[in-house]
């Protein structure tokens, strides 16, 4: 299971941290054998990939929207990844969803959400402009 929390209502300009548990195996692996992304959906428009980290945390890709504002992290003991968002805008409100790449290649980023198998419920975050 995948389980999304940290959105909420903000003004335009604050943070906000989303994070995401994961428990359970997939594909037989632990959490440090997936690659893990944040993906977003905001009304009327397709879901979109936010930022992206692979297997242990090196290597991150990020949406051009989020580069410079926006961090991909994970802690691998707690089988969390997290999405530190700052100067949010009022483009940035959608659904938040983290999801799971469980045949991950450890170097690999994955940013096609076709390549990731399984999804939280999602998180909303809401900016006012």
């Known amino acids: 299971q995948l389980q999304a929390s940290g959105g909420g209502l903000v003004q335009a300009g604050d943070s906000l941290r989303l994070s995401c548990v994961v428990s359970g195996r997939f594909n037989g692996r632990t959490f440090s054998g997936y690659a893990m992304a944040w993906f977003r959906q905001a009304p009327g428009k397709e879901r979109e990939i936010v930022a992206a980290?692979?297997?242990?945390?090196?290597?991150?890709d990020y949406a051009d929207s989020a580069k410079g504002r926006f961090t991909i992290s994970r802690d691998n003991a707690k089988n969390m990844v997290y999405l530190q968002m700052n100067n949010l805008k009022f483009e940035d409100t959608a659904v938040y969803y983290c999801?799971?790449?469980?045949?991950?290649?450890?170097?690999?980023?994955?940013?096609?959400?076709?390549?990731?198998?399984?999804w939280g419920e999602g998180t909303l975050v809401t900016v006012s402009s």
């Open positions: 980290i692979n297997r242990n945390g090196a290597s991150t």
């Open positions: 999801a799971v790449q469980p045949h991950a290649i450890l170097s690999a980023v994955y940013t096609l959400s076709r390549d990731y198998r399984f």
